[in-house]
């Protein structure tokens, strides 16, 4: 296999996979199902043959692929695999078997569209995280919306078409501004002729400063609204809590990550200065989110909106661990991104699996669960404690790392995030109870059955990484150690 | 190996009976629970007796995060600290697992009770047997979830659930600040190793250390229930007895008191945390003795008394006599282990019944549980020759002899109080759990108590005969053997080692034989005397309770729902929702343009060319 395009392979695998969806009869469910399940595992063996090839301790990019695209306006096909996006890559293609799998019970209508959507989403997402070109970064960037708004839009709760619409707005008008900043950037790369979108070149040369600051303020724009930053987090709770259980875990575990992964990629090494200047600024928003996140989910009543506010407060904290610039704050951004990927797609699994059950997610339609379902008790129970961070699972890892770099960045970061940790416990142990325990208060309680093995499944995986990255985070940590090492240093040479 | 093996039986025991232990015959699963323990026990005994334990018995185990400048390994550290710990937890657990064998019996959630406590005692041993203070933290952190996990185990009473979770949240509380000093420590020492901690301690700031101590001391009052966060204890009783006996008085919460001895070398740098802990620990001491004198329901009494006791440890580390601390932590593991077995033993017999008003006459039919809850009780209120003697003795004569002639010595003044109202409330507790009813109330108990089986009766009898002989290990008779052993470990300024004053040796069981006088004459014939309004206020815990309830639990669910119906939905998303009618609003109005009509486009050319013609010409 040596000398294959791999990261095209990936790129393109699960489009492929549509491709062959598509032509399978629209009746045959059952097949497109599978379909849909074979591409997204065959991508992630893909992506573990690159895990394991992955050349650990340097910086360097690999798997590199560039080809000519538009030489005349210096837009090339680059593709490239380094230690920062091959957490992010990994985990999307982990993810995405899971939350196809999830939609065999949650997603009953058009279940051809709905297979080419994930798929297609599924290819956005890797290019995005793959691209080494800013103008192939935009289209995959822009491309993740349109599978995005379908999913919300048509598979989605009763506000679908407002959450939808609000989805896109939103984030579309970050990507606007990010467009133009793309545009600037090309043009100061050099004289007419010898320009650039190449993300090597452009972060060889750093544009000056008062220019950088504005760059820097349309990228980051762009970024933290998707992630989401706090205050732009808005659009964040109505899609998660309309979306499909599918959609919700893609959403929460990939899409958000899209933002974060910008601040390394893009925002450290390409504004190295305004990154510096401007890291207090987001600092401060990341830890007012970690508390507020915190503080609204512990009022929620809905159980998707109290998942998607944690999200909030997680997000910061991986957020305040970029902009520590720290090397130990950096990795446990990185290491976090995954785990909130994990923990938080396993927690929309696990509302998923009893809105399947009961059609409510309210707090106050629950009540008793743990002693119907046993079984889902404990997985549910594994799933919060990750969420929690709590020591032996892959949470603390992350959050540990994080606080350490904020540490050391300036005490006041760690000592206020800190609240993070107590509030976590607070608002999910307070949703875990009110489903959980008590006297059983369910809906229909004769559908209140334990997980199928088809449910155990999808949480088998999620629930085996949990523990391996809690345990042994060296296999992910090595792995990304000289390319967030390199990044430190490009940030902190620029002054 | 072999140090391994003693924390993998009690996982394996976990993951046994945690997996498959549904499909297993009870018999079975009390076998595999148990007997992992008891495996264990038996493990600690041998390793103990290991020469390398003197000079610090390490095994590495893997590397476990590395980032940055920052990495730290896994490893297990034996040495005479952790090995008097490791002895405590296996031992007392192992009894502790035969006695739930029969106070289980019946319980449906069988396996999984037996599961919880098997990952109880692993995350206990890692606790204890952890190299870094972070393999510490993380079975720091794992007892709490176990904690949880039990107290809520009858987790369809709201009750014991929200018990669970006050718990997991309090303690959490203490676990952030313990996180945040240990990230200090990390930043200033380079490393969280503990054997070359009294080498790099000495390079930190004497401020810094301060810093770093106050923090993990605060994460201690979480976990071992000092003021301010000792809240949780008392709920935590509707948790199994069993659990209570083990976790909520044995072991976990002795946590806080292991930890200062572990980080000796820091806590000897820092004077400030010093005066403090031992302010905390004997004013908590005290308070939690006077609530415990008020308390109806006997496991209450028991908890609180628990709070108290732990004060007088921390009151012992506070004024640098570790030894005496480890000592006293030592015996109460036996004597309030005991206490808690009997009250098990008094609830097994009558169906639940806990209210000490309502039981009361037991003194016949459950004569063996009377006999260890009464050898409990003289060994708690510091009797002769019961092992509570021996340690509380020593840590108010080592308080005497090291705050004399400063204002400190007030510690030393409210441990001998509190040793006072120790015996009052457990000479109360006893009257009304054993004595016969006085004959005008005509209360007589329901139903036909009856004695333990023998599983639970055998571990009573074994931690009574602990409880009895355990001042042993610390009496000139018999050579000291535990002091000794420690006296070796702490390598703190020697105290020149003058026998004590005789009237000082003999204060302590004075005040505590007055004491339990004081009580025999308040409640004899088990009257129910309330104390008036010195009462009511330690009912409602010097009104600390309140506080609690209204203003920090009320006030911050009052701030979480202003954030989320207000801040949230009007402001933040408001302005949103606003910005796009805004943006609705200008294309409604810029649309009355687009009339579609070729005249009105051709008249707007033609306006536009006649405006820039003229800036051009007359303008410019």
């Given at each position: 296999m040596r000398g294959w395009p791999l990261?095209?392979?990936?790129?393109?695998?699960?489009?492929?996979?549509?491709?062959?969806?598509?032509?399978?009869?629209?009746?045959?469910?059952?097949?497109?199902?599978?379909?849909?399940?074979?591409?997204?595992?065959?991508?992630?063996?893909?992506?573990?043959?690159?895990?394991?090839?992955?050349?650990?301790?340097?910086?360097?990019?690999?798997?590199?692929?560039?080809?000519?695209?538009?030489p005349a306006a210096g837009i090339a096909y680059h593709l490239g695999i380094d230690g920062i996006s091959l957490p992010l890559v990994l985990l999307t293609t982990v993810i995405m078997p899971l939350a196809l799998l999830s939609s065999w019970s949650s997603v009953g209508d058009r279940v051809k569209e709905f297979t080419v959507s994930m798929l297609v989403l599924e290819t956005a997402l890797l290019g995005t995280f793959l691209s080494l070109d800013l103008v192939l970064f935009y289209v995959f960037w822009d491309a993740v919306l349109i599978p995005m708004y379908f999913i919300i839009g048509l598979w989605g709760g009763p506000?679908?078409?407002?959450?939808?619409?609000?989805?896109?707005?939103?984030?579309?008008?970050?990507?606007?501004?990010?467009?133009?900043?793309?545009?600037?950037?090309?043009?100061?790369?050099?004289?007419?002729?010898?320009?650039?979108?190449?993300?090597?070149?452009?972060?060889?040369?750093?544009?000056?400063?008062?220019?950088?600051?504005?760059?820097?303020?349309?990228?980051?724009?762009?970024?933290?609204?998707?992630?989401?930053?706090?205050?732009?987090?808005t659009w964040l709770p109505d899609a998660h809590t309309e979306a499909p259980t599918p959609g919700s875990v893609v959403l929460a575990a990939v899409l958000l990550k899209m933002g974060t992964y910008g601040f390394l990629r893009f925002l450290l090494p390409l504004f190295p200065e305004a990154s510096r200047r401007f890291a207090p600024l987001l600092v401060t928003l990341a830890i007012i989110g970690i508390l507020y996140g915190a503080a609204v989910s512990w009022a929620q009543r809905d159980m998707k909106r109290l998942v998607a506010m944690s999200s909030v407060s997680h997000l910061g904290f991986v957020t305040l661990g970029a902009f520590a610039l720290t090397v130990e704050g950096l990795q446990g951004s990185l290491l976090q991104m995954v785990n909130h990927g994990i923990s938080t797609g396993g927690l929309f699994l696990v509302v998923g699996v009893l809105y399947d059950r009961t059609h409510s997610r309210l707090l106050d339609d629950y009540g008793g669960v743990a002693a119907l379902m046993p079984r889902f008790a404990a997985v549910a129970t594994i799933v919060m404690l990750s969420s929690m961070a709590l020591p032996g699972t892959n949470g603390?890892?992350?959050?540990?790392?994080?606080?350490?770099?904020?540490?050391?960045?300036?005490?006041?970061?760690?000592?206020?995030?800190?609240?993070?940790?107590?509030?976590?416990?607070?608002?999910?142990?307070?949703?875990?109870?009110?489903?959980?325990?008590?006297?059983?208060?369910?809906?229909?309680?004769?559908?209140?059955?334990?997980?199928?093995?088809?449910?155990?499944?999808?949480?088998?995986?999620?629930?085996?990484?949990?523990?391996?990255?809690?345990?042994?985070?060296?296999?992910?940590?090595?792995?990304?150690?000289?390319?967030?090492?390199?990044?430190?240093?490009?940030?902190?040479?620029?002054? | 190996m072999l140090l391994i093996l003693i924390l993998a039986l009690p996982l394996a025991g976990w993951l046994l009976n945690g997996l498959i232990g549904g499909r297993l015959t009870r018999r079975a699963v009390g076998l595999i629970g148990a007997g992992s323990v008891g495996l264990a026990f038996a493990a600690a005994l041998l390793a103990a007796q290991q020469p390398a334990v003197a000079d610090g018995w390490r095994v590495v185990l893997w590397d476990w995060i590395a980032a940055g400048s920052f990495s730290v390994r896994l490893g297990l550290l034996l040495d005479r600290l952790s090995a008097v710990m490791v002895l405590i937890v296996t031992g007392v657990g192992f009894l502790i697992h035969v006695y739930s064998a029969g106070y289980m019996r019946e319980d449906p959630g069988y396996s999984r009770y037996f599961a919880y406590l098997n990952l109880f005692i692993a995350s206990m041993l890692l606790l204890v047997l952890g190299d870094t203070l972070l393999a510490l933290f993380v079975g720091w952190e794992l007892v709490g979830l176990c904690s949880y996990l039990l107290i809520g185990f009858w987790f369809d009473r709201e009750r014991a659930a929200s018990a669970g979770r006050k718990a997991f949240v309090v303690n959490r509380i203490g676990d952030a600040a313990f996180l945040l000093g240990m990230i200090l420590l990390a930043l200033e020492a380079g490393t969280l190793e503990l054997a070359p901690l009294a080498r790099t301690a000495a390079t930190i700031a004497p401020a810094t250390v301060t810093v770093i101590t106050l923090l993990l001391f605060a994460g201690?009052?979480?976990?071992?229930?000092?003021?301010?966060?000792?809240?949780?204890?008392?709920?935590?009783?509707?948790?199994?007895?069993?659990?209570?006996?083990?976790?909520?008085?044995?072991?976990?919460?002795?946590?806080?008191?292991?930890?200062?001895?572990?980080?000796?070398?820091?806590?000897?740098?820092?004077?400030?945390?010093?005066?403090?802990?031992?302010?905390?620990?004997?004013?908590?001491?005290?308070?939690?003795?006077?609530?415990?004198?008020?308390?109806?329901d006997l496991k209450r009494v028991l908890a609180y008394s628990t709070i108290s006791q732990l004060g007088y440890m921390f009151l012992a580390m506070g004024l640098l006599a570790m030894p005496a601390g480890m000592f006293h932590l030592t015996t109460h593991a036996f004597f309030k282990a005991l206490l808690f077995l009997a009250a098990g033993s008094v609830m097994h017999a009558m169906?639940?019944?806990?209210?000490?008003?309502?039981?009361?006459?037991?003194?016949?039919?459950?004569?063996?549980?009377?006999?260890?809850?009464?050898?409990?009780?003289?060994?708690?209120?510091?009797?002769?020759?019961?092992?509570?003697?021996?340690?509380?003795?020593?840590?108010?004569?080592?308080?005497?002899?090291?705050?004399?002639?400063?204002?400190?010595?007030?510690?030393?003044?409210?441990?001998?109080?509190?040793?006072?109202?120790?015996?009052?409330?457990?000479?109360?507790?006893?009257?009304m759990t054993f004595a016969p009813p006085a004959a005008h109330t005509g209360h007589a108990q329901r139903g036909h108590p009856?004695?333990?089986?023998?599983?639970?009766?055998?571990?009573?009898?074994?931690?009574?005969?602990?409880?009895?002989?355990?001042?042993?290990?610390?009496?000139?008779?018999?050579?000291?053997?535990?002091?000794?052993?420690?006296?070796?470990?702490?390598?703190?300024?020697?105290?020149?080692?003058?026998?004590?004053?005789?009237?000082?040796?003999?204060?302590?069981?004075?005040?505590?034989?007055?004491?339990?006088?004081?009580?025999?004459?308040?409640?004899?014939?088990?009257?129910?005397?309330?104390?008036?309004?010195?009462?009511?206020?330690?009912?409602?815990?010097?009104?600390?309770?309140?506080?609690?309830?209204?203003?920090?639990?009320?006030?911050?669910?009052?701030?979480?729902?202003?954030?989320?119906?207000?801040?949230?939905?009007?402001?933040?998303?408001?302005?949103?929702?606003?910005?796009?009618?805004?943006?609705?609003?200008?294309?409604?109005?810029?649309?009355?343009?687009?009339?579609?009509?070729?005249?009105?486009?051709?008249?707007?050319?033609?306006?536009?060319?006649?405006?820039?013609?003229?800036?051009?010409?007359?303008?410019?």
């Amino acid at each position: 296999m040596r000398g294959w395009p791999l990261l095209s392979i990936l790129v393109f695998l699960p489009v492929a996979g549509a491709a062959v969806a598509a032509i399978v009869d629209r009746r045959r469910e059952q097949a497109i199902r599978w379909t849909g399940l074979a591409a997204s595992l065959l991508t992630l063996g893909v992506v573990l043959v690159i895990f394991e090839r992955f050349a650990v301790g340097t910086p360097a990019v690999q798997f590199e692929e560039r080809a000519v695209w538009i030489p005349a306006a210096g837009i090339a096909y680059h593709l490239g695999i380094d230690g920062i996006s091959l957490p992010l890559v990994l985990l999307t293609t982990v993810i995405m078997p899971l939350a196809l799998l999830s939609s065999w019970s949650s997603v009953g209508d058009r279940v051809k569209e709905f297979t080419v959507s994930m798929l297609v989403l599924e290819t956005a997402l890797l290019g995005t995280f793959l691209s080494l070109d800013l103008v192939l970064f935009y289209v995959f960037w822009d491309a993740v919306l349109i599978p995005m708004y379908f999913i919300i839009g048509l598979w989605g709760g009763p506000r679908r078409v407002y959450a939808a619409f609000k989805f896109i707005l939103y984030t579309a008008s970050g990507s606007a501004l990010m467009l133009v900043a793309i545009i600037v950037l090309y043009l100061q790369s050099g004289p007419a002729g010898a320009r650039t979108f190449d993300w090597l070149a452009l972060r060889e040369a750093p544009v000056a400063m008062p220019l950088q600051a504005w760059l820097f303020a349309a990228f980051a724009l762009a970024f933290a609204i998707k992630v989401p930053l706090w205050p732009l987090h808005t659009w964040l709770p109505d899609a998660h809590t309309e979306a499909p259980t599918p959609g919700s875990v893609v959403l929460a575990a990939v899409l958000l990550k899209m933002g974060t992964y910008g601040f390394l990629r893009f925002l450290l090494p390409l504004f190295p200065e305004a990154s510096r200047r401007f890291a207090p600024l987001l600092v401060t928003l990341a830890i007012i989110g970690i508390l507020y996140g915190a503080a609204v989910s512990w009022a929620q009543r809905d159980m998707k909106r109290l998942v998607a506010m944690s999200s909030v407060s997680h997000l910061g904290f991986v957020t305040l661990g970029a902009f520590a610039l720290t090397v130990e704050g950096l990795q446990g951004s990185l290491l976090q991104m995954v785990n909130h990927g994990i923990s938080t797609g396993g927690l929309f699994l696990v509302v998923g699996v009893l809105y399947d059950r009961t059609h409510s997610r309210l707090l106050d339609d629950y009540g008793g669960v743990a002693a119907l379902m046993p079984r889902f008790a404990a997985v549910a129970t594994i799933v919060m404690l990750s969420s929690m961070a709590l020591p032996g699972t892959n949470g603390f890892v992350g959050e540990f790392l994080i606080l350490l770099g904020a540490f050391r960045a300036a005490p006041v970061y760690a000592v206020v995030a800190a609240g993070g940790v107590i509030l976590s416990a607070v608002y999910l142990l307070w949703m875990y109870q009110r489903v959980m325990h008590g006297p059983v208060a369910v809906k229909e309680r004769a559908r209140v059955v334990e997980l199928s093995r088809r449910e155990l499944v999808l949480f088998v995986p999620l629930i085996a990484l949990i523990f391996w990255i809690g345990l042994f985070p060296g296999a992910l940590l090595s792995r990304s150690e000289a390319s967030i090492r390199a990044l430190v240093e490009r940030v902190e040479a620029a002054r | 190996m072999l140090l391994i093996l003693i924390l993998a039986l009690p996982l394996a025991g976990w993951l046994l009976n945690g997996l498959i232990g549904g499909r297993l015959t009870r018999r079975a699963v009390g076998l595999i629970g148990a007997g992992s323990v008891g495996l264990a026990f038996a493990a600690a005994l041998l390793a103990a007796q290991q020469p390398a334990v003197a000079d610090g018995w390490r095994v590495v185990l893997w590397d476990w995060i590395a980032a940055g400048s920052f990495s730290v390994r896994l490893g297990l550290l034996l040495d005479r600290l952790s090995a008097v710990m490791v002895l405590i937890v296996t031992g007392v657990g192992f009894l502790i697992h035969v006695y739930s064998a029969g106070y289980m019996r019946e319980d449906p959630g069988y396996s999984r009770y037996f599961a919880y406590l098997n990952l109880f005692i692993a995350s206990m041993l890692l606790l204890v047997l952890g190299d870094t203070l972070l393999a510490l933290f993380v079975g720091w952190e794992l007892v709490g979830l176990c904690s949880y996990l039990l107290i809520g185990f009858w987790f369809d009473r709201e009750r014991a659930a929200s018990a669970g979770r006050k718990a997991f949240v309090v303690n959490r509380i203490g676990d952030a600040a313990f996180l945040l000093g240990m990230i200090l420590l990390a930043l200033e020492a380079g490393t969280l190793e503990l054997a070359p901690l009294a080498r790099t301690a000495a390079t930190i700031a004497p401020a810094t250390v301060t810093v770093i101590t106050l923090l993990l001391f605060a994460g201690a009052t979480g976990k071992s229930a000092q003021l301010p966060l000792y809240t949780w204890l008392p709920d935590a009783m509707e948790g199994p007895t069993p659990v209570s006996a083990l976790i909520h008085a044995a072991t976990m919460v002795t946590a806080g008191v292991y930890m200062i001895a572990r980080l000796h070398p820091l806590f000897a740098r820092a004077e400030m945390t010093q005066t403090v802990v031992a302010v905390v620990g004997a004013t908590t001491a005290f308070f939690a003795a006077t609530i415990a004198l008020v308390q109806w329901d006997l496991k209450r009494v028991l908890a609180y008394s628990t709070i108290s006791q732990l004060g007088y440890m921390f009151l012992a580390m506070g004024l640098l006599a570790m030894p005496a601390g480890m000592f006293h932590l030592t015996t109460h593991a036996f004597f309030k282990a005991l206490l808690f077995l009997a009250a098990g033993s008094v609830m097994h017999a009558m169906g639940g019944v806990i209210d000490l008003r309502r039981l009361g006459g037991l003194a016949g039919p459950l004569r063996w549980t009377m006999w260890g809850f009464l050898i409990g009780a003289l060994a708690l209120a510091g009797v002769p020759p019961f092992a509570g003697f021996f340690s509380k003795d020593l840590i108010l004569e080592q308080a005497f002899e090291r705050t004399q002639g400063s204002a400190l010595l007030l510690v030393w003044g409210l441990g001998l109080l509190t040793a006072f109202v120790t015996a009052v409330y457990i000479t109360r507790a006893a009257i009304m759990t054993f004595a016969p009813p006085a004959a005008h109330t005509g209360h007589a108990q329901r139903g036909h108590p009856h004695e333990a089986p023998s599983l639970m009766l055998w571990p009573m009898g074994a931690l009574a005969v602990l409880s009895a002989a355990g001042g042993l290990l610390g009496s000139q008779v018999a050579g000291r053997p535990l002091l000794h052993s420690l006296e070796q470990f702490f390598t703190l300024e020697a105290h020149a080692a003058v026998a004590p004053a005789t009237w000082l040796v003999l204060l302590t069981p004075a005040v505590g034989l007055l004491g339990i006088a004081a009580g025999y004459l308040l409640y004899r014939g088990r009257r129910q005397v309330a104390l008036g309004w010195l009462g009511t206020f330690f009912e409602r815990q010097w009104y600390l309770e309140p506080l609690y309830d209204r203003v920090i639990v009320g006030g911050s669910r009052w701030v979480g729902r202003m954030l989320a119906d207000v801040v949230e939905l009007r402001v933040i998303d408001g302005a949103v929702n606003g910005i796009g009618a805004a943006v609705g609003r200008a294309g409604r109005s810029v649309r009355a343009v687009q009339t579609g009509y070729v005249r009105n486009y051709a008249a707007a050319i033609l306006a536009g060319t006649v405006l820039l013609l003229g800036y051009w010409l007359l303008l410019r």
